[in-house]
């Protein structure tokens, strides 16, 4: 039921921005917080940024602090992700996440490579 399309990766170098999108559908997007997970080869998945249902309050692994920013739109039942100053340890697959459920989707791959 819970649907989750996440997209906007590629391929960028060091210092490079990418924003990614999630499209969601199958559950009242406005009344769950979200957030978005990635997982590195080798790796477990790691919370990277976290968002209020309502958008007023975020959270963020120390590791993007000052280069991520999480945001969500009610209306598009869209979340969203800007990364800014990629660096190589921000290679992985990554995912959104709705509120409690289980749904996680393909994610989309963000490369960051010279």
């Known amino acids: 039921q819970v649907q989750l399309v996440a997209s906007g990766g590629g391929l960028v170098q060091p210092g490079g921005s990418l924003r990614l999108s999630c499209a969601t559908s199958?559950?009242?997007?406005?009344?769950?917080?979200m957030s978005w997970y990635r997982q590195a080869p080798g790796k477990e998945r790691e919370l990277v940024a976290g968002i209020a249902a309502t958008g007023s309050d975020t959270n963020y692994a120390e590791s993007v602090k000052g280069r991520f920013t999480i945001s969500r739109d009610n209306a598009k039942r869209t979340l969203y992700l800007q990364m800014n100053s990629l660096k190589p340890e921000d290679t992985a697959v990554y995912y959104c996440?709705?509120?409690?459920?289980?749904?996680w989707g393909q994610g989309t791959q963000v490369t960051v490579s010279s």
């Open positions: 199958g559950f009242t997007f406005s009344m769950w917080p």
């Open positions: 996440k709705a509120g409690p459920f289980n749904s």
